[in-house]
């Protein structure tokens, strides 16, 4: 069984920056593609990128493209996920998911998921 643990969200204010992390354990990530979603109060968990086994391939919903990034330390069993340019309607619990073998942006699709951190960003 995996366990995932994300941390390193936090309050700030808009235009700042933050860099999640998702530590697994129990499992080594080697096999797994790794996503990160987020939840605002009343809405839906939407995704938010993710990343191949190997980190040859990406992929960013609209929102964030070109300000977060996506990155993966297989040694260290971590995924990451370098936030710049915060706006307040990145405001959300952020989730890491993890699904064997390839990414996806369906939520559904993961199978291992970790308790979430919450970002908050002030206007």
């Known amino acids: 069984q995996m366990q995932l643990v994300e941390s390193g969200g936090g309050l700030v204010q808009a235009g700042a920056s933050l860099r999640l992390s998702c530590v697994a354990s129990g499992r080594t990530l080697n096999n797994y593609a790794v996503g990160w979603f987020r939840q605002a109060p009343g809405k839906e968990r939407d995704f938010v990128a993710a990343?191949?086994?190997?980190?040859?391939?990406?992929l960013y919903a609209d929102s964030v493209k070109g300000r977060f990034t996506i990155s993966r330390d297989n040694a260290k069993n971590t995924v990451y996920l370098q936030m710049n340019s915060l706006q307040p309607e990145d405001t959300a619990v952020y989730y890491c998911?993890?699904?064997?073998?390839?990414?996806?942006?369906?939520?559904?699709?993961?199978?291992?998921w970790g308790q979430g951190t919450q970002v908050t960003v002030s206007s």
């Open positions: 990343i191949s086994r190997s980190s040859d391939r990406t």
């Open positions: 998911a993890a699904r064997v073998y390839y990414y996806s942006t369906a939520a559904d699709d993961y199978h291992n």
